[in-house]
């Protein structure tokens, strides 16, 4: 990059908030994704909306990609500089700027973590419902630019539906604001546009939430099935009884398997699934729905063991939560992935992708939000071994298709960025494609904007 | 019109379905709105996506403006024929086309009446929450169109918050889908940006929709109150307590006496306000829920009477339901606004609103959706007379402007049609509204969709 452009921008953002170095640089240069890696030109760390107004309007002018990177916990090379150019990091904007406990509305800036904003509303009675995996290390901004999902998202759905309002500068540096204070906002949903739009249309700068009331009561409880079929007809018979569940999670035995070997929690290392599931609410209502589910789980086959105490919950979750890692540590690169069905071909998926294994003799183990559909097929593999990375990648094209053919789509919470990309067409047509691709231009016409993700080159 | 137009449109959807009659054409020059009609120069109605298609393509290569029509309710002007040209009507697409109970989904064609959704799904123990007034009239595709709001909005949330997947015929006559039948789907959100989009991307020929379990129990009360402040404190207290109401409507003492003069209820003129709500949820949820609430309003000052029997839960909405068409009964020319602020801000605004009518002398009622804040002042007055209507329009100016003042939203349910075009700039800015343009001109390059309205006439 031109030394002139380097000092421009620290005229921008202050000496010390430019990066150069190739030791700083490398940490920006790859995220959570096998496979994908170069090293920006340059990385800047903007303090406000006005700083980030500038180094946009500095780049769309020269043409320079601009990446802009929360915590750069992204599964789909959506963070990677691709082609060089500037980082902008969101970093030093991570102030939460208001707490609205009458309206139950939060304001933050893109870099709050978003656990921090859930222990910041917590003395209010409200919470913040999004919770991917990385809520501890994910930033609001990456969670609202990526649409992320999580563990509640059966009941409480997923980040696009608490974004009421945001403040985003523009690819060519001109500042705009969005939605605000209320349920429903005039005019085009540029709100829900730029939510899951992947870095691509602009930065945002200020975000306004939705929070709701905080649950007073729950219950968690495991259920060990030797029959997928037996942990299939639950899912439908708990959701078909108008149980709504926070959490209703499934794991498949090869995570089984896995997690018990490194973890050790006493797991049926020959149960073909295990269902994890929280109900939430009121103190009736939670008693009333655990009572029912434990009753549906076990007229199933379910061998099924209610937390009574917050040790023996934590355990439950400690499960769950030890199902990535666990299944990271077998090999050296993890591919995490989320093909997305409608619920009730949940089952289906999971033997789907137990065959696909097998065909392509790859590891796979699948665990995920079976709730709403949202699975993990995590494939374990070697990024130097050639020839089976050839298998992965074969496996890999055959999981989301499969996804699209059982009426699926093709990520329900890590984004598309470059790792699902050839996919897209599949799933949107190139009519679909092309009108994004359209949006795209319309709000991005030098393409500077993290290009070449999610829609793809524009021509 | 050029007869070899007409000639063409009755090639694509049959003669019969082609209407150009002066006595036909008059019946879809205006909508609910005061003050906007234009005859069309020809309405034609097709029976699938391919006679849309073919009815756009047409249209856009002769550069002919075309509104979309469910069932004219409108009240922003949204779909009369300003510039004359094409009404296209969805009354033919009238097909429920599945409803998957297992997943929650419902698949509808655009002219489905809200009303017939909600009886087809009843018998699975499912609603589709969504219910503007005009439930039992308005076409999915206009509800989907407008983003309309509703009576359970608090709880509920809008039209927004239920559509999954939509399959739309472009400008150009192409036809995309979008969404699908999971929770997220990737890529640009373009079911949220057809969504509210009021006809001016593209015609909406296919609609997926979430469904949710029916509550099993309900519990509605009224409160009367001497103070507007007792019933502000009410709202509060009652959001303060973390108790969210399916309803929680209020109406001021304008529309108390305009309900009662007409429908004699047996309402306390002289109250300054009243409180309608409606708890909803298992059996245990609504009696905790209801008590609490009853606890609430009475300190606060209010009068309560608690529905015991479904008798008279009915005479309570039917108090609320008499709102507007008793205040349509006053004057000849009714517009009723939904000038939305945060919950917090209701008591002000109702002050406000009722300072606004005092100072223009006009009569204004004002009721609605306390919970979301989604008020609708009412102004009734008389089309023929300029002098009154000079002061109407600056009333209205006054108002839409003050619930900006108070980081709310000019439409919390009714869009913004051509009625609220002239105030985008004030909640937006030139900044925001390009963009919205930017967008415009992308999707639908020769400005054939409903010319003029939400984003304005494009240089």
């Not at 708990?238 to 089984?256: F, Q, R, S, V």
């Not at 053919?405 to 949107?428: C, R, V």
Request: glycine share 10%.
């Amino acid at each position: 990059m031109e030394p002139r452009i380097i000092k421009a921008l620290a005229e921008i953002v202050g000496r010390e908030n430019v990066l150069t170095s190739p030791e700083e640089l490398i940490c920006y240069g790859y995220d959570a994704t096998p496979g994908f890696s170069r090293l920006p030109e340059v990385v800047v760390r903007p303090g406000n909306k006005k700083e980030v107004s500038r180094v946009l309007a500095l780049a769309n002018r020269e043409k320079i990609p601009v990446y802009t990177r929360g915590s750069g916990t992204n599964l789909s090379a959506g963070v990677v500089p691709m082609d060089g150019g500037i980082v902008l990091s969101t970093v030093r904007m991570n102030s939460i700027l208001e707490i609205d406990p009458e309206n139950f509305i939060a304001v933050v800036e893109p870099g709050v973590i978003v656990a921090e904003l859930n222990a910041a509303v917590e003395k209010y009675g409200l919470i913040y419902p999004p919770d991917p995996g990385t809520v501890t290390t994910a930033s609001m901004g990456g969670t609202v630019a990526e649409n992320s999902g999580g563990l509640r998202g059966l009941k409480y759905g997923v980040t696009k539906h608490y974004v009421l309002g945001l403040e985003v500068v523009l690819a060519d540096g001109q500042i705009a604001e969005f939605g605000g204070r209320t349920l429903r906002s005039p005019g085009y949903d540029m709100v829900m546009l730029f939510t899951g739009s992947e870095g691509t249309l602009g930065v945002i700068t200020k975000i306004i939430v939705r929070l709701v009331p905080a649950p007073t009561h729950r219950k968690s409880m495991i259920a060990v099935f030797h029959d997928l079929n037996g942990a299939g007809k639950s899912i439908a018979d708990i959701i078909g009884h108008k149980i709504i569940p926070a959490t209703l999670e499934i794991m498949d035995n090869y995570t089984i398997r896995t997690v018990e070997s490194f973890v050790k929690l006493g797991l049926p290392v020959e149960a073909e699934a295990i269902i994890l599931a929280e109900v939430d609410g009121d103190e009736a209502t939670v008693a009333q729905d655990a009572a029912k589910m434990e009753k549906i789980l076990r007229e199933n086959g379910g061998q099924v063991r209610v937390a009574t105490s917050a040790q023996e919950r934590d355990q439950i979750w400690a499960a769950r939560r030890a199902a990535l890692p666990s299944l990271a540590k077998l090999r050296p690169s993890t591919f995490c992935e989320d093909a997305t069905v409608p619920r009730s071909k949940v089952p289906d998926m999971v033997r789907r992708i137990t065959e696909i294994a097998q065909k392509y003799d790859v590891q796979i183990g699948t665990f995920g939000h079976a709730g709403d559909g949202n699975l993990h097929p995590t494939l374990v593999s070697d990024l130097r071994n050639n020839t089976e990375m050839e298998r992965v990648y074969q496996a890999m094209d055959e999981i989301f298709l499969t996804a699209l053919e059982l009426d699926g789509t093709l990520s329900g919470e890590h984004g598309i960025g470059l790792g699902k990309l050839k996919y897209m067409p599949a799933q949107f047509g190139e009519v679909g494609l092309d009108v994004m691709r359209a949006i795209k231009k319309a709000l991005d016409p030098n393409g500077i904007l993290n290009p070449g993700k999610l829609v793809g080159q524009l021509q």
